[in-house]
């Protein structure tokens, strides 16, 4: 019989004698098994690291970004819309949940440590070797990277990372270099909003996206990887089915936990709440609520000083979103995995956006989170000029055998290396290391890092 294109893995493995897993089931196995998945436990969400045991990390916001994803799906396939869906005959193209969990998991592999502060510095660093982007980093390690295979990384299947590609545009076609401000001596005094890289993947990847779009008509992956000019960076315009289904449910998360988060941090107090909803005030009024009588009925929970009061009152937002998302069609498709996307009804998405934005200013952009950010960009900055100009001195051993094998005129491919080390850094790792290097009095010949 021959083998599904989407079940297909870059190098075969055939499956352990009695494996009754699916290749989905297989995907989410090797990922939470991974070190890089275990490594997102110490790396910064939003709130950073230390400042309590409470707040969400990288590994807890994944998580819940799984279950959202997995609760569209089913919403879709299960919940009112099933309906039209079965019209449609669609139900067979949505992923199963061992997919969309595995996909979900993964979407947040490549951020570095330190939050955007991590990515703004490997992207300065990396300007003239290729740049760097957190979910361009995340294919490499899943194709390359992590241990699973000699040379393949997890060495996934072709859907799953379909799905991760959240971005189907190469770091060198939406670059616009114009648009970085000039960089000083110390490249990590530098205006974070004016560093940030393109979204995109990295162009050491191409070969594994030509790979991952090769089932498709040329037409469908000449559209697929179209992109819009703005004023700074191109910009992607498309995305695959599944990889629509893990952005809402990203966004869902990003914008109802972290509120939840800051609520209970006390960053976001009622009156901003209040203030905020004012300057939108129609799309409250149209909102509608399934467990609540009104409005102001989940906004006294949603502030309450009892946890379980709070977390009823940010599941009804959870589901209320979800049972908003219906797919739609996407013009000018030949094949169904991008011809249809997962979207939320126009109200709905534009209020789930507008309370994301009362976290970025409350939270995201609040100086304390900033001065974080900034302290992480230094040290990011710092940590990779140290090891590009002395790398046989101070690389570990298995960073400098990877470097030493590429020979010198490939400084790219040499630069990428040192990237990977330190994207591949927890936040306490790559503080404990910087530490270690340049302040004096810290470190040891026999401390373990």
Same mark, same amino acid.
């Given at each position: 019989? /021959?083998?599904?294109?989407?079940?297909?893995?870059?190098?075969?493995?055939?499956? /352990?004698?009695?494996?009754?897993?699916?290749?989905?089931?297989?995907?989410?196995?090797?990922?939470?098994?991974?070190?890089?998945?275990?490594?997102? %436990?110490?790396?910064?969400?939003?709130? +950073? =690291?230390?400042?309590?045991?409470?707040?969400?990390?990288?590994?807890?916001?994944?998580?819940?970004?799984?279950?959202?994803?997995?609760?569209?799906?089913?919403?879709?396939?299960?919940?009112? @819309?099933?309906?039209?869906? /079965?019209?449609?005959?669609?139900?067979?193209?949505?992923?199963? *949940?061992?997919?969309?969990?595995?996909?979900?998991?993964?979407?947040?592999?490549?951020?570095?440590?330190?939050?955007?502060?991590?990515?703004?510095?490997?992207?300065?660093?990396?300007?003239?070797?290729?740049?760097?982007?957190?979910?361009?980093? $995340?294919?490499?390690?899943?194709?390359?990277?992590?241990?699973?295979?000699?040379?393949?990384?997890?060495? !996934?299947?072709?859907?799953?990372?379909?799905?991760?590609?959240?971005? !189907?545009?190469?770091?060198?076609?939406?670059?616009?270099?114009? *648009?970085?401000?000039?960089?000083?001596?110390?490249?990590?005094?530098?205006?974070?909003?004016?560093?940030?890289?393109?979204?995109?993947? #990295?162009?050491?990847?191409?070969?594994?996206v030509s790979w991952v779009l090769k089932p498709f008509k040329?037409?469908?992956? $000449?559209?697929?990887?179209?992109?819009?000019?703005?004023?700074?960076?191109? &910009?992607?315009? @498309?995305?695959?089915?599944?990889?629509?289904?893990?952005?809402?449910?990203?966004?869902?998360? @990003?914008?109802?936990?972290?509120?939840?988060?800051?609520?209970?941090?006390?960053?976001? &107090?009622?009156?901003?709440?209040?203030?905020?909803?004012?300057?939108?005030?129609?799309?409250?009024?149209?909102?509608? #609520?399934?467990?609540? %009588?009104?409005?102001?009925?989940?906004?006294?929970? =949603?502030?309450?000083?009892?946890?379980?009061?709070?977390?009823?009152?940010?599941?009804?937002?959870?589901?209320?979103?979800?049972? &908003?998302?219906?797919?739609?069609?996407?013009?000018?498709?030949?094949?169904?995995?991008?011809?249809?996307?997962?979207?939320?009804?126009?109200?709905?998405?534009?209020?789930?956006?507008?309370?994301?934005?009362?976290?970025?200013?409350?939270?995201?952009?609040?100086?304390?989170?900033?001065?974080?950010?900034?302290? +992480?960009?230094?040290?990011?900055?710092?940590?990779?000029?140290?090891?590009?100009?002395? !790398?046989?001195?101070?690389?570990?051993?298995?960073?400098?055998?990877?470097?030493?094998?590429? !020979?010198?005129?490939? &400084?790219?491919?040499?630069?990428?290396?040192?990237?990977?080390?330190?994207? +591949?850094?927890?936040?306490?790792?790559?503080?404990?290391?910087?530490?270690?290097?340049?302040?004096?009095?810290?470190?040891?010949?026999?401390?373990? #890092?």
């Amino acid at each position: 019989m /021959k083998e599904n294109p989407w079940e297909e893995r870059i190098y075969k493995q055939p499956k /352990k004698k009695n494996d009754v897993r699916n290749e989905w089931e297989r995907d989410y196995s090797r990922l939470i098994n991974s070190a890089a998945f275990r490594r997102l %436990q110490t790396k910064t969400q939003v709130l +950073g =690291l230390g400042e309590s045991d409470f707040y969400r990390t990288r590994l807890t916001h994944s998580m819940e970004v799984a279950q959202i994803g997995v609760g569209i799906v089913k919403w879709l396939k299960f919940g009112d @819309y099933s309906k039209k869906l /079965k019209q449609k005959k669609l139900e067979k193209i949505l992923p199963s *949940s061992a997919l969309i969990n595995a996909i979900c998991l993964a979407h947040d592999l490549g951020h570095p440590p330190f939050g955007h502060g991590g990515e703004v510095a490997l992207n300065i660093c990396m300007r003239d070797y290729g740049g760097f982007e957190g979910n361009g980093q $995340t294919l490499r390690i899943l194709t390359k990277l992590e241990k699973y295979s000699h040379e393949n990384g997890l060495n !996934p299947t072709r859907r799953l990372l379909l799905g991760v590609l959240k971005y !189907p545009v190469s770091y060198s076609s939406v670059n616009n270099c114009s *648009s970085y401000e000039e960089l000083s001596s110390s490249k990590w005094l530098a205006k974070a909003d004016l560093q940030k890289p393109p979204k995109c993947y #990295l162009d050491s990847e191409k070969e594994v996206v030509s790979w991952v779009l090769k089932p498709f008509k040329e037409s469908d992956q $000449t559209k697929f990887q179209y992109s819009t000019p703005t004023e700074r960076h191109n &910009k992607p315009s @498309y995305h695959s089915l599944d990889a629509s289904i893990m952005e809402l449910a990203d966004d869902i998360s @990003y914008s109802l936990h972290d509120l939840e988060d800051a609520i209970s941090l006390g960053l976001v &107090k009622k009156e901003d709440w209040e203030d905020h909803k004012e300057k939108k005030s129609y799309l409250f009024k149209n909102f509608e #609520l399934n467990s609540y %009588q009104s409005i102001s009925d989940l906004e006294k929970d =949603l502030f309450s000083k009892k946890s379980y009061l709070r977390k009823k009152a940010i599941g009804e937002l959870v589901q209320t979103f979800i049972m &908003k998302i219906y797919l739609h069609e996407v013009p000018g498709f030949n094949h169904d995995l991008l011809k249809w996307n997962a979207t939320m009804d126009t109200l709905h998405l534009e209020l789930q956006k507008h309370i994301c934005s009362l976290v970025y200013s409350k939270v995201i952009k609040s100086t304390n989170v900033q001065l974080l950010e900034f302290k +992480g960009q230094k040290l990011i900055v710092e940590l990779f000029e140290i090891f590009k100009v002395d !790398p046989f001195r101070l690389l570990p051993k298995s960073a400098l055998t990877q470097y030493e094998s590429i !020979p010198k005129e490939h &400084k790219n491919e040499r630069m990428r290396i040192i990237c990977d080390y330190i994207a +591949g850094m927890t936040d306490e790792y790559a503080t404990k290391l910087y530490e270690k290097i340049y302040h004096p009095h810290k470190g040891s010949i026999f401390d373990r #890092l």
